[in-house]
Nanobody, 132 residues
Framework: QLSYVESGGDSVQPGGSLTLSCAVF???????????FGWFRQAPGMPREGVSC????????PYVDSVKGRFTISRDNAKNMVYLQMNNLKPEDTAVYYC??????????????????????WGQGTQVTVSS
């Protein structure tokens, strides 16, 4: 059964950095690299929103405007892992962060705010709190 386990969240001060990790279970090593994965976040009282995606098709890594230049998504196909390096964190980055297999073309839409990922279900997420 496909599942996602996010980790690495913490409480940091503005300007700080964190690296989030996502372990993907259920994909074989031969199929993981065939799928795109995205990071999403949900702040209290707000819908889930896309942050970044890494495409299996062309390797592209789109980002939403609010994190461009600060966040970097990457993947390790040998380990079935997806990462999100976050620098210069701001209070508005405070949210629970999730990763999942998604369609990168829908990153900026509201599609995944109410729907499950392409495979499996959303995990527990990892809490990121940015506060002074």
């Amino acid at each position: 059964q496909l599942s996602y386990v996010e980790s690495g969240g913490d409480s940091v001060q503005p300007g700080g950095s964190l690296t989030l990790s996502c372990a993907v279970f259920g994909f074989s090593s031969n199929t993981f690299n065939h799928y795109s994965f995205g990071w999403f976040r949900q702040a209290p009282g707000m819908p889930r929103e896309g942050v970044s995606c890494i495409s299996s098709y062309d390797g592209s890594t789109p980002y939403v405007d609010s994190v461009k230049g600060r966040f970097t998504i990457s993947r390790d196909n040998a380990k079935n892992m997806v990462y999100l390096q976050m620098n210069n964190l701001k209070p508005e980055d405070t949210a629970v962060y999730y990763c999942a297999s998604v369609d990168c073309d829908r990153l900026r839409s509201t599609y995944y705010s109410t729907r499950q990922p392409l495979f499996g279900s959303w995990g527990q997420g990892t809490q990121v709190t940015v506060s002074s």
